[in-house]
């Protein structure tokens, strides 16, 4: 297995995976200086904030919000893509010529820390951009706070329609007469007659 033209291809791949890792962690680090040099310019630039036209203000926020899921998710991918690249050349490199048995086992370990990494990096944008988590505190408001009544009672009107009631007595079903009847009714109240 040693000299097999598999294996042989699989170190290849994975060194080429590693050194294209080390590129991608340089990258990073000159992105992170970048990126604070940006950061400290922007907050100069937000003193000035009076003399820039509205447009400008406005740019300059999303720039910021940008800049907030940025400085986190590109190193998160970089750092994720290392690991993979560290892990994967550990297994070839040392596991499968010690006990190729074992390879498959660890190969299946890193291959489920695939899940995590994807839930964090769905996470970073929710948690770093104002709108998106706002609407993610609301799902999970809405989530915590919804309750279904406890019971539905079945009621029969005159006309043989079989209505649905909440357990406070709320209709939940109408016939099509009471359905036209709520509907204009609501929407002579949005235009503001009674």
């Known amino acids: 297995l040693e000299h097999s033209g598999g294996a042989r291809a699989a170190r290849t791949c994975v060194s080429v995976l590693f050194c294209c890792a080390i590129v991608a962690l340089v990258a990073t680090i000159f992105y992170l200086i970048c990126a604070r040099r940006r950061q400290n310019s922007?907050?100069?630039r937000r003193f000035?904030?009076?003399r820039h036209s509205l447009s400008g203000q406005y740019q300059m926020a999303e720039n910021?919000?940008?800049?907030r899921f940025i400085a986190i998710y590109i190193p998160f991918q970089d750092f994720s893509f290392l690991?993979?690249?560290?892990v994967g050349a550990l297994l070839v490199f040392q596991v499968e010529?010690?006990?190729p048995r074992k390879y498959l086992l660890f190969v299946s370990l890193?291959?489920?820390?695939?899940?995590?990494?994807?839930?964090?990096?769905?996470?970073?944008p929710l948690t770093r951009h104002p709108a998106l988590l706002k609407q993610f505190k609301k799902i999970l408001r809405r989530r915590r706070h919804s309750e279904a009544p406890d019971r539905y009672a079945l009621s029969h009107s005159a006309s043989k329609h079989a209505g649905v009631?909440?357990?406070?007595?709320?209709?939940?079903?109408?016939?099509?007469?009471e359905e036209a009847a709520l509907y204009f009714e609501n929407y002579a109240t949005a235009w503001g007659r009674s």
């Open 97 to 99: 010529r010690k006990d």
């Open 64 to 67: 910021e919000r940008c800049d």
């Open 48 to 50: 000035e904030l009076a």
């Open 110 to 124: 890193l291959y489920l820390t695939i899940a995590p990494r994807v839930m964090i990096s769905m996470l970073i």
């Open 83 to 86: 690991f993979s690249s560290f």
């Open 42 to 44: 922007t907050k100069k």
């Open 165 to 177: 009631h909440s357990a406070s007595g709320k209709p939940l079903t109408f016939t099509t007469e």
